[in-house]
């Protein structure tokens, strides 16, 4: 059926908002999807998904990144299954987890070892450490609206006065070591260094922001960003669990042509499954081989997880998905331009075709360049926010903090009805 709202079924998810708010927290099991609406969904396949009402919608959240393949792989599923069906765990070696990482090096091209986790989160720390324990140092250079995790080490709030914790419960004198700078702002940074020659273990970024907007990096930050950290000899940390696999195979490094020195790699990595990945240069990864570091996981490289890695990675090389994700995104983005003129709506897009950001610029406020969190923050969020659930409401699925990815599996039928129901959404929103 068609997300028209006039044939729109909403027969109230069979009393499943009641149930779950009886027993989980808020009703959700990540506190990210407390902003989103209580959608219940039955199923997932390629680029759509439908609700326990039935309801079909075009996915631009892609379960917040990894389905970047489209929902339910057969390849990787397959693969998956097969490989399970002889055991998941065994507390041991096994062959795929090497053909695994082989293969995810290949794609890399850049980083000569890895090691597999569980989550983005927990990848995060394995990396602050090694760079603490390879540097002797213990500050961290990070970037405002940027989002490593949630744990009490990286979580932090962005306000016009600094970071802060993140949440309740979370003791200030974690992030003691952080110095937080703007993205894309080189003589900030620079600043950064000349105030703490000697004491900067590492930086981490996303190497385009993806969790503030969809900002990529200007010309010439990251290679600046790396000059700095190899005179200093700082640790460069790219966190690619968003742009990992998604702007290019290589991810952000082979994107934007600059090589860290460490990565990290979750939600595309592995078609949806849930794993995560460390990768870089042998002598700070060997610091988890030789035991000094310790990086530790019952469930990594579970036999789930190399199976949907290495099949992943085959997907990718075998039909690699960029080419028609730049084509649908790039069309997408300029349908949406087009459709906010038509409408008189202040419409702001920005980012690349894979990872993109909507919003509204206030009333009468010019177009406006993002290159920042602070320059993010003149956009009406909260409108986007809103507009962000009748968009559900007329069968396109996306995230109220504004962003949306493209996938593979997105084609032309998504893009014209994407645009469609975009166009009616916003008459609707307008009445
Ligand atoms: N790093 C970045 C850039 C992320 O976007 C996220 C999650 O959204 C994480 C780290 C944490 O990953 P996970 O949610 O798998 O723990």
Redesign the pocket.
């Known amino acids: 059926m068609t997300a028209d709202q006039a044939v729109r079924r909403d027969t109230g998810d069979a009393g499943l908002a009641a149930r779950a708010a009886a027993v989980l927290p808020g009703g959700v099991n990540s506190n990210v999807r407390l902003a989103a609406s209580r959608t219940f969904f039955e199923r997932g396949s390629g680029p759509r998904l439908w609700d326990v009402d039935g309801n079909e919608y075009v996915d631009y959240l892609l379960g917040?990144?990894p389905a970047f393949l489209g929902h339910a792989h057969p390849q990787v599923n397959a693969a998956v299954t097969a490989a399970v069906s002889r055991g998941m765990v065994f507390g041991a070696q096994h062959a795929l987890e090497v053909e695994a990482v082989e293969k995810l090096l290949a794609a890399i091209g850049w980083a000569d070892m890895a090691r597999l986790g569980v989550?983005?989160?927990?990848a995060?720390q394995a990396a602050l450490r090694l760079a603490r324990a390879a540097t002797g140092r213990r500050r961290v250079i990070g970037f405002a609206g940027?989002?490593?995790?949630?744990l009490d080490t990286v979580l932090m709030a962005h306000g016009p006065d600094g970071p802060r914790p993140g949440s309740a419960g979370q003791p200030p004198e974690y992030l003691a070591d952080w110095l937080i700078t703007p993205f894309n702002d080189s003589v900030a940074l620079e600043r950064q260094f000349s105030a703490h020659p000697g004491e900067i273990a590492a930086v981490i970024l996303?190497p385009m922001m993806?969790?503030s907007g969809a900002i990529a990096p200007q010309p010439g930050f990251l290679e600046r960003l790396r000059e700095l950290c190899t005179a200093n000899g700082t640790v460069l940390i790219f966190?690619e669990?968003?742009t990992g696999f998604r702007l290019a195979f290589g991810g952000a490094a082979q994107r934007f042509g600059v090589t860290p020195d460490l990565a990290?790699y979750?939600?595309a990595l592995a078609g949806g499954w849930p794993v995560?990945a460390i990768a870089g240069r042998r002598e700070l990864l060997e610091q988890f081989g030789t035991g000094r570091v310790n990086h530790s996981g019952t469930f990594n490289a579970s036999v789930m997880a190399a199976a949907a890695v290495s099949s992943t990675m085959d997907v990718l090389r075998q039909a690699p998905p960029y080419a028609s994700v730049e084509e649908h995104g790039g069309a997408l983005i300029d349908g949406l331009r087009e459709l906010g003129h038509r409408h008189g709506v202040p419409l702001n897009v920005h980012g690349l075709p894979a990872a993109f950001h909507v919003s509204f610029r206030r009333d009468g406020a010019a177009e406006t360049t993002v290159v920042d969190h602070a320059t993010l923050q003149s956009l009406d969020l909260d409108r986007y926010a809103r507009f962000s659930r009748t968009l559900a409401r007329h069968g396109i699925w996306v995230a109220g903090r504004g962003i949306w990815y493209c996938s593979a599996a997105h084609g032309q039928a998504e893009l014209a009805d994407t645009l469609e129901r975009f166009d009616r959404a916003i008459a609707a929103d307008a009445a």
């Open positions: 917040q990144g989550s983005g989160t927990e995060v940027q989002y490593h995790g949630w996303e993806c969790n966190d669990v968003v990290i979750g939600k995560a």
